[in-house]
């Protein structure tokens, strides 16, 4: 159980073209998906937290406009990196947290790797 | 201002030594929990740790939560080249919103 999917795995683009990234979590509904992006050799770093049906919330310094996040549905997220520009190349994670959990273990994605030519 | 602060940052050994990875900080967390992570995967959860000096076993790895619920350890005993990764900790926040602050992280290599 508990198994959340990402898609695609790797992505390649041109500079100035938006990507959307899809988190599923596919055995359990998710009230809440994180969205993270970690740079080589670094730790991850949130960029927002996003609820279902209702506005994502962003970390101080992430351009929301940028980075767009909808969470449309229990077991759905997308993250869509618009005019994307090679500094967007990075390592970016979903995780989600069960709605019927009791604890606040979150469970990742196998994550998306990002890489702006 | 990194909140959590781990350490080591790198350690390499020899199978069948054990180690200690510290997660630290100032801060008070309602929980914590450590992660491994193989390069270009996502995060697995080991364990997740909630009350005040609570310690948790998995096979040969021992979680600590200290009792002031600020600082963190996990423990291997024999390591065993399979434990080779990055190991996570990050603590949640009391009154976020199950936010997650990670450590920079521990890379650890186990060389047979």
């Known amino acids: 159980g508990a198994v959340v999917s990402q898609h695609p795995s790797r992505v390649i683009c041109k500079s100035g073209t938006s990507v959307k990234i899809e988190c599923r979590s596919l055995?359990?509904?998710?009230?809440?998906m994180f969205w993270y992006r970690q740079f080589p050799k670094q730790s991850l770093m949130l960029m927002a937290t996003s609820n279902e049906g209702s506005k994502a919330t962003y970390e101080q310094g992430v351009e929301k406009d940028k980075f767009l996040i909808n969470h449309a549905s229990l077991t759905l997220s997308t993250l869509t990196v618009t005019s994307a520009h090679p500094e967007d190349s990075s390592f970016y994670i979903c995780?989600?947290?069960?709605?019927?959990?009791?604890?606040?273990?979150?469970?990742f994605g196998p994550g998306t790797r990002l890489t702006v030519l | 201002t990194q909140l959590l602060e781990q350490s080591p940052q790198f350690l390499s050994i020899q199978e069948g030594e054990n180690l200690t990875v510290y997660c630290n900080s100032s801060s008070v967390f309602s929980s914590l929990q450590w992660y491994r992570q193989e390069p270009g995967e996502g995060p697995v959860l080991l364990v997740t740790?909630?009350?005040?000096?609570e310690v948790k076993k998995l096979k040969r790895l021992t979680f600590q939560f200290g009792d002031a619920r600020k600082d963190s350890s996990l423990h291997i005993t024999a390591a065993q080249p399979g434990d080779t990764g990055l190991y996570l900790c990050?603590?949640?926040?009391?009154?976020?919103?199950?936010?997650?602050?990670f450590g920079k992280g521990t890379k650890l290599s186990v060389k047979p």
């Open positions: 740790v909630v009350t005040g000096g």
């Open positions: 990050a603590g949640e926040k009391r009154g976020s919103q199950g936010n997650l602050i």
């Open positions: 055995d359990f509904q998710a009230t809440t």
């Open positions: 995780s989600a947290r069960s709605r019927t959990s009791g604890g606040n273990e979150q469970f």
